[in-house]
């Protein structure tokens, strides 16, 4: 058994095991490798996102916490490979590490038969990805943090010509599009609604500062689409809908 398999046979092994989990003695001889090869690779589940538990004392081992992960999926091959395909678009800075991790959960989460199929089929897909220019990872997490939490950025800012502006912003959404990704926001400076490209953004820091913007007037045009309207740009309700 290769490693692949092996790491996925191990989180199901936990899975089934149930709250009484197991010790990595009795997985080191289900799988005729060493305890310190166990401990290698439920470390290595631990950070693909397996939410593993660990118990002490005698009788302490590993399980999964199935508070935090996944029922067996019953996928067929086909929507396996949508969501994988739909993952994969996920490049974004923001977005990237969580949907690999997504992944990894969908695919610990569905039965083996069902995932060899699905594999077979995506040998098949090829995808094509137009690359695009992607913030600074540790400013795009910084306004996406003041979108989330309603805070004022600090921000600085560089223009189309190469001139560098130092503002105040109260960031509204993140628009993430096919040329770029891009923040609406209230600029203080030019007191009105303005659109940043997140790439030209070379610095951003939340302030302790109460956000005074007045109500949004108009739509925001961002590379010819209207991000306001429900054509152009998806909403809560579109991206989980309710269950029926």
Not at 27 to 38: K, Y
Not at 74 to 94: K, P, Y
Not at 108 to 115: G, K, S, T, V, Y
Not at 200 to 213: G, Q, S, V
Request: glycine content about 6%.
């Amino acid at each position: 058994m290769n490693r692949i398999d092996r790491l996925y046979a191990l989180a199901e092994e936990l899975r089934a095991a149930g709250p009484r989990g197991r010790t990595a003695r009795q997985l080191a001889a289900r799988f005729e490798v060493s305890v310190r090869t166990i401990e290698r690779d439920l470390s290595a589940l631990g950070q693909a996102g397996v939410p593993l538990a660990t118990k002490q004392g005698r009788t302490g081992g590993y399980s999964v916490d199935r508070a935090m992960s996944l029922p067996p999926l019953n996928f067929t091959a086909r929507e396996a490979m949508a969501v994988a395909v739909a993952l994969s678009h996920s490049g974004h800075v923001l977005f990237a590490r969580d949907a690999r991790t997504a992944l990894q959960k969908i695919v610990a989460a569905m039965p083996r038969p069902a995932l060899d199929e699905a594999r077979t089929a995506a040998a098949k897909v090829r995808l094509l990805v137009r690359p695009v220019p992607d913030p600074d990872g540790e400013v795009a997490e910084q306004i996406w943090r003041a979108v989330r939490d309603n805070q004022v950025l600090r921000i600085a800012y560089t223009d189309v010509g190469g001139v560098e502006t130092l503002r105040e912003v109260e960031p509204q959404h993140v628009v993430v599009g096919p040329n770029g990704s891009y923040m609406t926001a209230w600029c203080h400076l030019r007191q009105e609604e303005r659109v940043f490209r997140m790439d030209r953004i070379t610095k951003a820091e939340r302030i302790p500062m109460a956000p005074r913007r007045p109500p949004a007037t108009g739509d925001v045009q961002v590379d010819g689409f209207e991000t306001k309207l429900p054509a152009a740009a998806l909403r809560p309700e579109d991206l989980f809908p309710t269950p029926t």
